[in-house]
């Protein structure tokens, strides 16, 4: 196999790829791998990648990763996915991935997706990450979530969340944060909110501990507007 010139794999029928054993596979070299064209790579089946080392899986083009079905791109285990380059992991439609793939990337993979990856995960999706993958994502891969991305982030997601991380949702997300997901918030989190973030929160949505918890200064950033929707046993536990 790995004698075979770059012409001849070229020209190899998908029937022909498809009875190509992972041992095969995994000895061609990454010219060889690399002149499948998009048709062949599409018949390769979800076992042959499934089962190929990561070494052998790397060598795989940007256009051939971007190519695979759903159905192969389940196949990959999280070691393989995890084994991509920046590059590749950039290739790969996220949709086409379960949520045990998603919640299996490591905090390298999870940094490497683009903002318009973040933005087409599913609710799905973004309710199985981790609190470790979304403490890693940058501000702008944060800022990427939808309101209705935001909105599938459970509260235990983001109860657990470092501050500085907490802090990197814009005020429209943190808007429309739901009840179940505000009270989720610990009053350090809350306490370290900045201003205009403290600001976008509906004081309605937290629980009386939560309020009596509000350091001076948090309680000196709410604005009128924010004070007046206090309730009576909120302004009773100040």
Do not use: P
Not at 132 to 139: F, R, S
């Amino acid at each position: 196999v790995t004698n075979l010139t770059t012409t001849q794999v070229a020209t190899l029928t998908t029937s022909q790829v498809a009875a190509l054993t992972s041992t095969e596979i995994g000895t061609l070299t990454s010219t060889e791998i690399q002149a499948f064209t998009t048709t062949q790579a599409g018949a390769l089946t979800a076992a042959q990648l499934g089962s190929l080392a990561t070494t052998a899986l790397a060598k795989l083009s940007t256009t051939q990763v971007s190519a695979l079905t759903t159905t192969q791109t389940q196949g990959l285990t999280t070691t393989q996915l995890n084994g991509l380059s920046a590059a590749n992991i950039d290739a790969v439609t996220v949709t086409k991935l379960t949520t045990a793939q998603v919640a299996g990337l490591n905090t390298t993979s999870i940094g490497n997706l683009t903002t318009t990856q973040v933005a087409t995960l599913t609710t799905s999706q973004v309710a199985a990450l981790t609190s470790t993958e979304i403490g890693t994502l940058t501000t702008t891969e944060i800022r990427a979530f939808t309101t209705t991305q935001a909105g599938a982030l459970t509260a235990a997601q983001l109860g657990s969340l470092a501050t500085t991380a907490l802090a990197n949702l814009s005020t429209t997300q943190f808007a429309a944060l739901s009840t179940t997901q505000t009270r989720g918030l610990t009053t350090t989190q809350v306490n370290a909110l900045s201003t205009a973030n403290l600001n976008a929160l509906d004081l309605n949505e937290l629980s009386t501990a939560q309020v009596a918890g509000l350091s001076t200064t948090a309680v000196t950033n709410l604005t009128t507007t924010q004070v007046a929707t206090l309730t009576t046993s909120q302004v009773a536990a100040l």
